[in-house]
């Protein structure tokens, strides 16, 4: 029975700013009979929802709570500082830590940066996630260092961003319950780490047998030798001659 006729589905969570298209897309080319159930999840939520059930892996920000998950760290992701388009930083290409220091930052209850030494000043408030914190940048009343694809995925056309080098970036991952690894989730491992559908990891469709050639039973081969005497040489066919001296 195929996973179409089981109505299986592969459920896969994915955090704020994480783009899963280009694994989405090949599992769909290579298992269309399972369709992929996206699941968008606030970022706190992430590994919650992992361990109810909800899902049947996910892409999250590291770090996280790693008891009872399997973890493949997948990528870094640049941090930049995101102002309001007057601010001093937006004339610059790139700033450092040390540029910061007298500006007021936020730092969300969903950071997925991890911080020795937080930058800058301490802002008036901790908003609960990235976004809210991206509208009090915009009313000017401090800044936000974030990865790049959460200042992208908030971006206006009042807020500007700039890289920042020397702060700490954070990684995306995949996981999963280690305790439910299921052949579906294999078989997405293998499509992230980028396995080819012939991978002796992972299920692939089944292929028929290439027809071999008939192999000959051993008394059928023995059957076409020509017989030998017990001197090891070859009897000679009924109603033939032994080649030899003949009488003079």
Do not use: C
């Not at 361990?51 to 049947?56: F, N």
């Not at 973890?71 to 540029?99: C, F, G, N, Q, R």
């Amino acid at each position: 029975m195929t996973d179409a006729e089981t109505g299986r589905t592969f459920r896969l969570a994915y955090v704020p700013g994480v783009t899963p298209a280009k694994w989405v897309n090949v599992w769909t080319e290579r298992m269309p009979g399972v369709p992929v159930a996206l699941v968008a999840v606030p970022a706190a939520e992430a590994v919650g929802l992992l361990r109810s059930g909800g899902a049947d892996a996910g892409f999250v920000r590291l770090p996280i709570d790693r008891d009872g998950l399997s973890v493949i760290p997948l990528y870094m992701e640049t941090t930049v500082v995101v102002v309001p388009k007057d601010h001093a930083v937006a004339a610059a290409d790139e700033v450092s830590i040390a540029d910061l220091v007298d500006d007021e930052v936020f730092h969300p209850l969903d950071d997925s940066i991890e911080w020795t030494a937080r930058p800058g000043l301490p802002a008036f408030t901790r908003p609960a996630t990235t976004e809210d914190a991206v509208e009090l940048v915009a009313a000017g009343t401090g800044i936000l260092l974030v990865p790049l694809s959460l200042a992208r995925l908030h971006h206006r056309r009042d807020l500007t961003y700039r890289p920042v080098p020397d702060a700490p970036q954070s990684q995306v991952a995949l996981t999963w319950p280690t305790d439910a690894t299921t052949d579906l989730v294999e078989d997405f491992i293998g499509i992230v780490r980028g396995r080819t559908v012939n991978s002796s990891r992972g299920r692939t469709p089944a292929t028929p047998a290439t027809p071999a050639s008939p192999v000959r039973k051993p008394a059928q081969r023995q059957a076409q030798k020509p017989a030998q005497n017990g001197s090891g040489r070859r009897a000679v066919p009924a109603g033939r001659k032994k080649k030899g001296n003949r009488p003079r």
